[in-house]
């Protein structure tokens, strides 16, 4: 199946691609320690791999953006190796982003996280750019609507960073950032955290080297690049169904890539050849 | 019982309170739409009522701050009366009460926060200002943790805004904010709205209207004093044991304005004589 | 008399209401010391009754909005509990609220202050929220302009915290703010500041305390409802009359909210029946 | 009689100056329309002239930086010629100025000011960047202080622009500003502004125009080099007392250029050979 | 040869290599159009190949982070697919790299740029960022200390921009950013831009449509991959020797990764087995 | 011949003038330590007189503003008397110049500067004001382009400050601003600065203290007022034929200051009669 990546692409091909783009999809990532067993591009390059799959599902709809390769790690900041940027910069990096491709005629996006930290400033980008721009802006994290599969595949009571549901989804999407021979669970420390974790009465800010000692949480020798398969495509299910929705695209018919039918064979996302 | 009201105190009662108080208590409330039968002061009331009566038992411990009377609603801003702040402006002004209180002698904080739209606002005030100033904030939506109650009292699929929980706090805590005679339901429309309601794989901005055509949701002709008072005993008696373990307060023997012991006749919030 | 409390409306009175708003009257404060007799929250409330009246005044033409109830206080920054935003906050609070109010039909707007420190920034911002949001922004200082009943009640020479003046308002408006069995004249000190006040050749900044020990200057113990009702009334006169004419209001004939009569029977400020 | 004029100075001149500097004067100026008789560089060469005879009576304790020859000049946008800073500009430049100058080594400033529209913004920035610079500043309006010589050649009920008193003050200080013979009166229109000026219960903005047809006020043809001498000198008298005495440089014992004894022979501004 | 991929990475690697490093390398790209024969990444991926060979010749004393995939370029704006920092951006992004990158001990920085019209927001954060965070910042264009390389094989007299030396780069670091089979030479039309081109008398902005309708200059079909290496290799070996001299790890030994003595058998770059 | 210098003007002479004039000229100097035969403020006076002349040349199609008389010169800031902006500081200034200046109808300016620390910022402004404030502006160092002329007059290897240029320059066109009598060669250190000047591998940031112990570099006893001549009158003919064709004045007959004939009786530049 085709796919629209704007970092392989030259003008022309991209004035092309104009013709039936509704959607640009930013994936937004981070620069952060991910334990003994992950290497730290992690995040960056789980939502690249995502953007792209899911830009195959909505094709010839959507075009993924380049990555935004940071997003906001100071709880992580006390292992080596971890870059931040601060909230205000991240919008800032998003609104030229946007802004830029407005100028090409885009008018709606998707921000495609996959680093929970990112997700009040996303949340705060998403509601003050759609405003003040004038266009349709969402945001999502990349497998937090594969709830079945996260029932399924993740039985950690603590989890979400370089635990058994993030180094299966690299498993399956980017096997390079894993270190098999390293994996180990969370190194859990006891403190002031677990009485600021969502679900608690209060909430705050607390370092990550309070919580876990090696980085991670969760439990990395549990994962499988089949858990991975099962989250990954039950988001992209979600994902593109939601999308389809939101954009008026559901029963399009769109050319196919496949069987070249010209003016379109199939369904979005559904080769009939 | 006693309770720390900066509004209420002059400079020399000030000093003498700061002899005993480790937690500033900052109201965060908004003024928006309420629908035809609450005030539009609503938050700012409900989050100004629910801090004095947590200062109360966490006296002599906190201190309430004058109220930030403003929030983040720019969703509600097609209903007449609506008044936002850019986040960057709450954001400003959070920081600007942290360091003066700071310089009274003031380390930890709570942003007790009545309206849904400023957590993500708050969430970032709560880290950056965290690191920046070297303090250490906690931030809470004020009945929240209020699980059990909540799961008892409010029935609606959708509620949150001037539904039967709202108004049950209100009548509970500061009554004249309702008009009994007008308690409609939410007049709900169909729209995009519904996929972007958190729990969907998309997160979104709509404005208010495309959701209700009165301003409210949930049905709040079902609110009760009586829920009211479930909701918030309940979400007090979590803040308070959350915040006494985190400023280390428990089994804290206090001075007892009851029976005057001095030295301290009893533990926290829990008067002996 | 009938009155346009933002704070006390839902939206479909505010609806009505702005069938005949032409002003919004924005009550501008502070949160700061004021001596061993005040309550810290002195402006904040003397802004809002102030405003209150005057929207009384000009019924049913102007409203009051929630009070800004912080403003720049830096030099009573060493008097425990005062809490002082930047100018540049200050601004940022004025310039949302006057978008969102903009947004609801209003055009011109007072900032209606009652602390002699938030002056220099309220100025800055009329001249530029006008120029920047094309809309109409007077300022005023609450009682200033109540020039024969001030030569007549205050006999300090150096007055205006917590003196006989604010106190007699005080004692007028919002009796609640005052301990009258502690009533100090201010403690004077001597030092730079003398030569920094209003009047001299330089200005400059001093802190409070290098003024005076206790927090106030002038002659409290002087001070009388009586002497408050003279103050507040003729500034309620002049600001009225000056409104009037600027909104061209003179001689509009008004429903009475006394009479009931429909078309109107009086003019502005004066009940005919 | 000496003066240290930064810009006309070597670096090693001013290392040798710094010596015995305690004071900086940064003139502020303004570059805006003075009506047909006066140039716009008005306030500008008005503020620097000033700075340099006040730095001739604070010798050897005070140099002259460069002026700040633009101000806050909105209100004159709409005549030709009229360049203006927006206040935040204007606070940049003095931090950036007074950042440079601590750098140096010197600790006090005073902004000698030449327009009226420049007095909020440098009030705004005399007190936060005395707090956040840790510095001691000073602000004046230039011949505000010379009350007598005022009220004895001002006569005009309106003045304050190009008017008798600062087209007598050009004459006096640079009578190069002044075209002799194109001497115009203001030519008043009526309006709003008269319910907006000083004293009025309310201020607000307006444009010049609307007060003036020929860009002035007050009655320029009334003005004289003598009286500009008159208002100058006295002026002067009292910013170099109230300086001296801030400085605690009375009765202090200086170098005197005159009569070069060396350990000093004269007290400040007063020679004695 | 070992490289330190900051990307490539986990933790406890970063905190090893932190032993030996002292510069961290930036790669600074951009996104945008180069012609119909280059991808819109390029400027970002040829900074990010630049970056890895070089931290291989200064191995173990480099590292690289994350590339900044996005630059300065309003001017190809109007080139579908485009995409622009602000200048104020990307030194908000610059900044908090740095200011990360310091919290883990490195205190020198070299920004490798592959987009000319990154150089003037470089210079700018270069020296701004060096004074702020007391930190040693230095910026190089990727091959422009490759005079020789540059005389013999660029001969257009207009080129930098997806001409024949960028094509020749790409072929020797990145072929596939190359359609070989769409070379084009620069599609020249006359305009304004000639009389603002570097080494005119002077400068300003235009827009790249203005002067090339194919969004080429130069003469990209007599690109070569040998060209391509003369050029960076040449480029390589001149920021080399440059700092190796600015960090004092000329003639240092360094552990060998070819032959594995320990202590070091080999000076930098020159592996001696 | 004649000039427009708003500085000398009244409102009603610049309203004449705006009937002709095309472009603003804005002279940016600086304000730092030119060793001991220079005046601090060398900068600010050489683009002053720069402007002027080329006023002059282009009369009656430009006007030259006030100058702005500070640059970015935290190279110079441990010389005494070292005033420097932030560039974002000039960056503003800069702003509210063109805003002003558009509201008064002109579109085309020129920033011409004569300190080489402001080109980066110049670069910028120039490129972000164009596109946000849809004008047309130019920058340019006062005499970079008098290339045969530097050739011939300019000996020292490394030149560029208060050296035989610039001094020459000052001699022909401000003599006050030098001491014959204290004329010196730089006094050069070596250092790191050598190995990060322009035209080597990497740039990067030093103190000037670093490369010259007197604030000189080149050869000032060198220098001339013939020199000074050659080189500006040089500059100033290639600046007046590339403004003249950016601004398509070229064989535009204009009014006659000698001859006075009406209808013009010239070319620009060339006075016929």
Same mark, same amino acid.
């Given at each position: 199946m085709g796919m629209f990546l704007l970092t392989e692409m030259t003008w022309p091909e991209v004035k092309q691609a104009l013709n039936t783009v509704k959607l640009a999809i930013i994936p937004v990532g981070a620069h952060e320690q991910h334990g003994p067993h992950m290497k730290e591009s992690c995040d960056a390059v789980l939502a690249t791999e995502m953007s792209k799959r899911l830009a195959e599902r909505l094709h010839p709809f959507a075009l993924v953006t380049p /990555? #935004? *390769?940071? %997003? #906001?790690s100071h709880h992580h900041a006390n292992f080596p190796g971890t870059i931040s940027l601060q909230p205000e910069t991240l919008i800032c990096v998003l609104r030229d982003m946007v802004v830029s491709l407005k100028h090409h005629g885009i008018s709606r996006f998707l921000f495609? *996280?996959?680093? %929970? %930290? *990112?997700q009040s400033t996303l949340s705060i980008a998403c509601h003050s750019l759609t405003r003040e721009l004038n266009v349709e802006i969402y945001y999502a994290k /990349? /497998?937090?609507?594969?709830k079945n599969a996260l029932k399924r595949h993740v039985k950690s009571p603590l989890y979400g960073h370089s635990c058994e549901r993030e180094v299966s989804e690299a498993l399956y999407l980017a096997p390079h950032l894993v270190h098999m021979d390293r994996l180990e669970k969370g190194d859990i420390r006891e403190g002031k955290w677990r009485k600021l974790r969502p679900g608690n009465p209060v909430q705050g800010t607390y370092s990550y080297e309070d919580m876990t000692a090696n980085g991670c949480i969760g439990? !990395?020798?549990? !994962?499988s690049a089949e858990a991975g398969k099962a989250i990954v495509e039950e988001a992209l299910d979600q994902l593109t169904t939601s999308l389809s929705e939101l954009l008026n695209l559901t029963g399009k018919k769109v050319p196919c890539s496949n069987c070249k039918k010209s003016g379109g064979c199939k369904e979005l996302s559904t080769c009939l050849s």
């Open positions: /990555t #935004v *390769n940071f %997003g #906001v495609l *996280n996959a680093h %929970g %930290g *990112n /990349t /497998t937090a609507s594969a439990d !990395a020798p549990k !994962a």
